[in-house]
């Protein structure tokens, strides 16, 4: 082989190499500016019908306390993938003598970077009366909720019904709906107090025709068709506490809460119509649940 046959085949084997090299360099930088995979939630976590035909279940009162019942209780711990909200952590929601604690934290889960907590009352509930004995938590951008949901995540159509305390005000309770994937929009109810520092009763009847929200058995709002349709479907009933994303900061506010802050609910109960059952009122005094 001649001088210039030896210098043609390690220009070859020298541009072989550079590629090869080049190659793996931009592989490796694409892993460095490219964010990771975001996981799919998995179906599994999604809390089935404690009845595949969505019969809805009996009238019920649970005063909360050091005890998950699994059979009729579920914790949230996943994330929807593509929402505003954050990603439901289990290890959130503390579980006390006389209650349940439910915990928001600045903390990096997958893409998300705000976890909260979600306690789910198992199987579906309709009309009737609902209440809950709790107090917010405090702080700009935490929003403390009780309400009944169903989505298109769980394959039925979006209603909702919705206690909510925003954290930029908590002399407000913030009542709205959806029906079918509509939103009344906000009505905000002065309270005359903080809901982050008093523990009171708060509740919603919901029948075919109206909604009717009370603070402490006082009627401070109702709904009719003449504002918006009323839902219909039965859903899950539910407590939780979290912050959203920027989207959100108009509504709920900047999220400058502390780091933890926490919600405290005391009991939940669900009075089917027609039903004459116990409730948390039957047994709630504005001093049970002071310190």
Request: proline residues 7%; contains cysteine; hydrophobic residues 35%.
């Amino acid at each position: 082989m001649t001088g210039s046959g030896h210098i043609s085949a390690f220009s070859a084997r020298r541009a072989a190499l550079f590629a090869l090299l080049s190659g793996a360099f931009l592989a490796c930088l694409a892993l460095l500016v490219s964010p990771p995979p975001v996981p799919e939630m998995k179906s599994s976590a999604i809390p089935p019908p404690l009845r595949a035909d969505r019969q809805v279940e009996p009238s019920f009162v649970h005063h909360f306390g050091r005890k998950h019942d699994e059979a009729t209780w579920f914790k949230s711990d996943f994330y929807y993938p593509n929402s505003g909200h954050p990603a439901w952590q289990a290890d959130l929601i503390h579980f006390k003598k006389n209650r349940v604690e439910l915990e928001v934290r600045r903390r990096k889960v997958a893409y998300k970077n705000i976890a909260g907590a979600e306690y789910q009352r198992r199987g579906f509930y309709h009309y009737g009366r609902y209440e809950v004995v709790m107090r917010a938590a405090p702080g700009s951008g935490t929003v403390s909720a009780m309400f009944t949901h169903t989505h298109g995540q769980f394959g039925d159509p979006h209603d909702e019904i919705d206690i909510e305390f925003l954290g930029k005000d908590l002399t407000k309770m913030h009542a709205n709906y959806f029906t079918n994937g509509r939103e009344h929009g906000g009505i905000y109810i002065p309270l005359g107090f903080d809901a982050s520092k008093e523990v009171h009763l708060y509740a919603f009847e919901w029948e075919p025709g109206a909604i009717r929200w009370y603070v402490d058995d006082r009627l401070v709002h109702t709904a009719t068709p003449a504002d918006m349709a009323i839902p219909q479907a039965p859903g899950r009933l539910m407590v939780h506490l979290w912050s959203g994303t920027r989207d959100q900061f108009n509504w709920h506010g900047e999220p400058t809460f502390r780091n933890g802050a926490r919600a405290r609910f005391y009991c939940l109960s669900y009075q089917a119509a027609g039903d004459d059952t116990e409730q948390c009122s039957d047994s709630y005094t504005p001093r049970k649940y002071r310190r």
